[in-house]
């Protein structure tokens, strides 16, 4: 009882003392004259952000109240929130240098210090080195290669529609999507080739969804890391620690008890690990990302020199924890997003025959064409344009995968378009703001669904449902309109 009563006191002082000390930062945005929504204090607006069901469109409601360009702060780290495209495209292309990484987490500065990091998270040099490693394994070479991995995978999914249609029965045409794009990425990444479309209790297909369903902002050390950011690495050492317990008792015991479950994510770099080692030299034949990347794969301790992204001397190689964390995130960033696009496509089509019929006969017309009886591939889909624009106008009204990963967090203090900017702070676009712009997207009505408007040139960063910048890179050749 006293120990509890000391803790609780030591927690309140440590608390009391946090709030004395940075209630100060909460003076960031007055003393920039920039309005935004009263925060309160420790929690800025953190909390409200954590209960909103979708934190995107919460911003989207600021925005309608405060502007173009507006602070929040998270604990009481400030975050600007922009809609204005001039000040985006300051930030993500033109400044790149002072803002070249995703908003910070509690493991991002932890995994940064060991040794499996992928793209995503990498910082620095890291980051530059594994993109100039990675950047032509998504060449149009290669990726016209995995087109018949990619067929088949489609036409196992087509063979599975003609059932329900003939049934007339409800069902659900996402399901269907994540098996494919699961599929396909399981072959593309890593040349795993389950039967996973007929087998739902497919593991990896479970591993792969669970690490969605965890849902990381509402983790008690990362509201934590948030709310007290000095704690960050910390946390993260420690979560990584207890983690890494986890696998080893799970080694120990399997299946005695759920509560020694590992990670998803480690539980499917252990896999891909797993596959290196089964890797021969017969395998050299294969074209998929993961032996493209062991081709640069190096087993030596590659140091990276400093921080400045700008440098022009980078090794040319990956170590064999950075090919694993790869071949991870392109499992995770590809699944969801793709089956969801899909999922999308597929909705707003059914409710605009019009424009479905239009999209069927541009493929028609091509398919005809196509004597030899052979899958359409890469060159084919790239010609057909009422498909591109059909593509963008969904993720338009629809981006997904936005508030989290499209944000940018200054690593040195800088001026923009006449707001300074201090290292630490983050930059967060309001994208369904920018999307549903009238002024970017007239005269057609934002609201309603137009694929051509995609016809006319607009700003570069009217459309972000890709990102933008050179941390977008792999989408470039999906958006290259703009
Ligand atoms: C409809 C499908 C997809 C959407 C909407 C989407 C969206 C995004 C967005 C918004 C970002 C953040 C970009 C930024 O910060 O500027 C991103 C990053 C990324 N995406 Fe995708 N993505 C899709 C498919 C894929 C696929 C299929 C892969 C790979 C197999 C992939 C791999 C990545 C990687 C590696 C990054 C991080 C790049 C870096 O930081 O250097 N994405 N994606």
Known sequence: MLFTLILYSIILILIVTYIVVHVKQYEYFKVRQISGPTPSYFFGHARTLWNAKSPSRQLAEWSKQFGKIYGIFEGTRPVLIASDVDF???????????????????????????????????????????????????????????????????????????????????????????????????????????????????IYLKKVAQVFTIDIRKMLAFKLGTLVPSLGVTLGTLFIFLNTVKQKLNQLFPSTTKKFEQFPASWI?????????????????????LQLMLEAASREHIKDKNDDVNDQYIAKKLTYDEVIANVFLFMVAGYETTSTALAYCTYVLVNHPEEQLKLQHEIDEYLSQNEDGKDPDYDVINRMPYMDMVIKEVLRMHPIAISAVVNRECIEETDVCGIKI???????PDVYSVHYDQELWGPQDVNSFCPERHLTKRHPLAYIAFGVGPRNYYHSHISYYY
């Open 88 to 202: 985006l495209q300051e930030v993500f292309i033109k400044q790149f240098s002072h803002f070249p990484i995703r908003k910070t987490n509690i493991l991002t500065k932890a995994l940064n210090r060991g040794t499996r990091i992928h793209l995503f998270n990498a910082l620095g040099t890291r980051w530059k080195r594994q993109r100039n490693v990675i950047n032509p394994t998504f060449s149009a070479v290669k990726l016209k290669q995995m087109s018949p991995l990619i067929n088949d995978c489609i036409n196992e999914l087509m063979k599975k529609l003609p059932d329900y249609s003939e049934k007339h029965e409800d069902f659900n045409i996402y399901t269907l999507y994540k098996r494919m794009t699961m599929d396909v990425i399981c072959r593309c990444a890593f040349g795993v080739d389950t039967d996973m479309q007929n087998n739902p209790d497919n």
């Open 269 to 289: 770099m252990e896999r891909v690990d797993e596959v290196i080692g089964m890797r021969s030299d017969v395998a050299k034949q294969r074209v998929d990302l």
């Open 422 to 428: 201090t290292k630490g702070a983050v930059i967060q």
